[in-house]
């Protein structure tokens, strides 16, 4: 009989022998049961089906050759949902083929391996699983999908996509010795979608904590693709020792693989792909002793921490929490091409003032084809050793530390690679941990800087990997109703609202004040209602530890409508703005529409505003009606871009509110442009009142140059005595009419502005304080013939 028929027979027969041990289970009392029988090993099927409510226990005993394998009836078609669950603890115990998903949990974990506080999980594995959108209706509880607890265990070949609450999507855990040197395995997943979180916590993996940071791991991360991981500035967050991260591919996520505690990673062959998108990120560097090389990173638009390579400052005897100096850190054959800029010393302020020492950076390649800024440099590089590292790049580089030179470069697929006619390259010197392979494994027989061999033809493992599992979940957001919620004061009760509030809502706040005890973010379409009756006062939470610079900030696409609110910035900590636009550079149109709210002392005289736009960000529409704005350093300040024909909003519209002792500007938004005459920005001003504004010699009330459209109507500038030149406008398309300016100097226009029906007299209050006029006011329309100045009072 020939071989192969006696291996088929062998086969057949030990498959039946096998399907004879599995048991076929349809809810948790049938699973239950059968764990109990294939305690020292075989196989539970799950039905298919929707189990609702499931928690499942999956405790037992297998051995290598004899596993417990818990399974779907068909990988995808079981389907936990409601308030599901997973536990895993013993010893070699299999899971595979679920689906989590149209979940509202109330647990802290999804999966974890472990079943209490001392049952721990001991080479188990997750596998062909899904956890999809997989929420909570908890703002308050902070829950993770998958927790690591025990030793040598496997996370592999899953789909993890749309966690929005709080919490890190997959945590490995090292308290207690029995987590120590754990030696996991965390490969070949797909992470999916996650959005910006707005707080920290929203790690889509995180290895340890900052107590347990100076404790090895050993933990593995490879193999695994992270795309539009956008949950803060950490897509993973190394808070451990000895882990190792290879062979991830890092696509259009707006972060940071990020050495956040812990000694002595290795993060090699990795490729991070931005395609442009703002704040893509890449490798963030503190603590000691680890090893950066053979990794790839292309179209990366971050900047600062958001870098492609980004070398932190320490604090002297720094607490685990915070930053540990960079030491014996080496940063070796990399290819940056097409990326913001580097940052070495980062975050130097008066708590981080030790830059790196005893830190390699050496046989590198950057490139760059629009002749950006390669490296910012922020505190003394004088112990970082740089050797090797070539640029191509019109860009301005200091020769000590770069050679510039040109490449040959040819096209792998859609990588640009070194052709073998690059000399340059191979001009470099081998240092003490220069890798002995390229990016694609390959032995480097002639040693070159960048992370490729010279005439590279192969695509690096991170992208020609397949990741995620055997069957692909066909997964769909969830279409969520706006609601409409009522929320009492209380600390952090906005905060928590907007959280949970799916775009569209509203919500309604009582009379009260509201502390906030840190910034708020908003991405999406949110009414914020003030009570009608009585006042909503928000202010920073006092006696606050944490300060911080605003209260909300529109991320893109958000659309923040805020009614009746008063806005208080001097809590005793000196608060900077209000509302901000989204991050310097994070494109994506956002609108603020502001109605009967007041702002009032906002005097953080370090560049403080009632509103920011940083710069490289846009508005759609900035509304401001029926407002104050009030004893306060500056009003609204959109001048932070300097490009050449950018601005900062489409248009802004200021209508029926009021500038009242501003130090400086009540609004500054301008654009760079050599002839104003090309369209681009509105500014519209109506029945407003400027008091007290800019009153300096040369103070500017508004300050528009280069706006295309700007039309001041029915407006009055009142007692800004000492400003000579209050308004000045510029361009055809630049308009004030029906406006009275009293000791307020005069205003200018040129270049085809037109000035109409301008009056210079007391305005005549019957109320000063709040801007109404008497009877023989010239600010009535009764008096004079056109439109009223000034506040439209119902």
Known sequence: ??????????????????????????????????????????????KNGVWKDANLVAKGNGTKDNPIVIKAETAGNVILSGDSSLSISGTYVIVSGLWFKDGNTTQKSVVQFRTSSKDFAYNCRLANSTISYYDTKDPDLKNHWVDIWGKNNRVDHNNFTGKSSPGTTL???????????????????????????????????RIGTSDNSMKSSKTVVEYNTFKNCDGEIEIISNKSANNIFRYNLFLESKGALTLRHGNNALVEHNVFLGNNVPNTGGIRVINEGHIIRNNLLIGLKGSGFRGPIVIMNGVPNSPLNRYNQVKDVDIQNNTIINCGPMTFGAGKDDERTLP??????????????????????????????????????????????????????????????????????????????SPSVDITNLERTTYASGAFNLGNTRIPRAISMITGPGWKPDIKKPVVKPTEQLIKPAIGAIRKAISSAPSGSIIKLEPGVYEIEKKIKI?????????????????????????????FRADPGA?????????????????????????????????IYVNNCSFKNFTNTNGGSIFKAYKGTKADTLSFINSKFKDSYR??????????????????FVKNSVFDNIEQFAINYTRNIPNVNLEGGELVIDHCVFNKVANTEKGRIIKNNGIHKVSILNSAFLYSYKAETPIVLSGIENTIKNCLIFDSGSIKVNKGAQEYDIINKNPKWEDKDAFIPSE???????????????????
């Open 523 to 551: 991405g999406k379409t949110i009414t914020i209602q003030g009570a009608k009756q009585g006042q909503t006062i928000l202010k920073m939470k006092d006696n606050t530890e944490n300060t911080f610079d605003y209260f």
């Open 635 to 652: 009003g609204l300040n959109l001048s932070y871009e300097k490009d050449l024909g950018m601005y900062s909003a489409n248009v802004i």
């Open 559 to 591: 659309k923040i409508y805020l009614n009746d609110i008063e806005f208080l910035g001097d809590n005793g900590y000196d608060m900077k703005y209000a509302i901000v636009s989204p991050d310097e550079n994070e494109s994506g149109l956002y609108s």
């Open 1 to 46: 009989m020939k071989k192969h028929v006696i291996l088929s027979i062998f086969l057949f027969y030990f498959l039946s022998v096998l399907n004879a041990q599995d048991i076929l289970v349809s809810n948790i009392s049938e699973f239950n049961a059968a764990l109990k029988n294939a305690s020292n090993g075989g196989t539970i099927i799950l």
């Open 171 to 205: 945590v490995v855990w090292l308290k207690g010795d029995e987590n120590i040197d754990n030696n996991h395995q965390i490969d070949h997943n797909y992470f999916g979608f996650r959005p910006d979180l707005g707080e920290n916590g929203g790690e889509t993996i």
């Open 776 to 794: 023989k006011s010239p600010l009535l329309k009764a008096n004079n013939g056109i439109e009223t100045i000034g506040l439209k009072l119902e």
């Open 356 to 433: 790196p020492i005893r830190t390699v950076f050496a046989n590198n390649i950057i490139t760059n084809t629009d002749a950006g800024t390669i490296l910012e440099i922020d505190d003394t590089i004088e112990g970082i050793s740089f050797s090797g590292n070539i640029v191509d790049s019109e860009a301005s580089v200091n020769s000590e530390l770069f050679q510039k030179a040109e490449i040959d470069w040819v096209m792998v697929g859609s990588l640009p690679i070194p052709s073998e006619n690059n000399a340059v390259l191979t001009s470099v010197s081998k240092l003490k941990n």
